[in-house]
């Protein structure tokens, strides 16, 4: 059973912020395996199907993304989903716009979803696929409010090109993984992300 979870905020107002990136990239993926997120489990909205013979779980945690945690803890309990085959992506800061990286364990890398996971499953075993939305260039005095603004905003136009091929990338990255494998994963799509 493979569990792949999009992290994002819930609520029309969010669904395109530069965070709710997860989400879009998880949707479109769904979209092109005919998987409606039609159930309610805990505190996540749901899909589940097959994908390339193998049975999926495609969740997108209602709790905010800060604190994704306990949504994907009760999943990963409630499907005893081993933590190599759970996969979260999520957006990732230090990552330039439309880079894409896949790794498993390590760090939060500041990004407070993926600390929450970390702690309620108490283990960083888990893989990501982290999509690179840049930075701020503008911070100005106040980091923290910065941050928060450049993630809780909508992609600009030029942004949105750039990021359209990556949600289909995405998608054949996350069917690479579930028929190939995490290895062949990272070596097919980590070639042109800066290694970090």
Known sequence: MKLIVGLGNP???????????GFV?????????????????GQARIGTGEIADNPVILARPQ????ASGEAVNYLVNRYQVDLTDLIVI???????????RIKQGGGSGGHRGIESIIDWLESP???????????????????ETAIVNYVLNDFTD????????VV?????????WITDGLDAAMNKFNQNSEAL
């Open 63 to 66: 709790t905010y993304v800060n």
């Open 125 to 143: 075993d888990f893989v990501r696929v982290r999509i690179g939305i840049g930075r701020p260039l503008d911070i100005g005095e106040n980091k």
């Open 25 to 41: 990239c998880l949707s479109s993926f769904a979209k092109s395996h005919d998987i409606s997120f039609d159930k309610k489990q």
């Open 158 to 165: 030029e942004e949105k090109q750039v990021m359209t091929p």
């Open 90 to 100: 999520h957006d990732d800061l230090d990552l330039p716009l439309g880079k894409l």
């Open 168 to 176: 289909t990338r995405v998608g054949d990255a996350l069917l690479y």
């Open 11 to 21: 609520g029309f107002s969010y669904a395109n912020n530069r965070h709710n990136v």
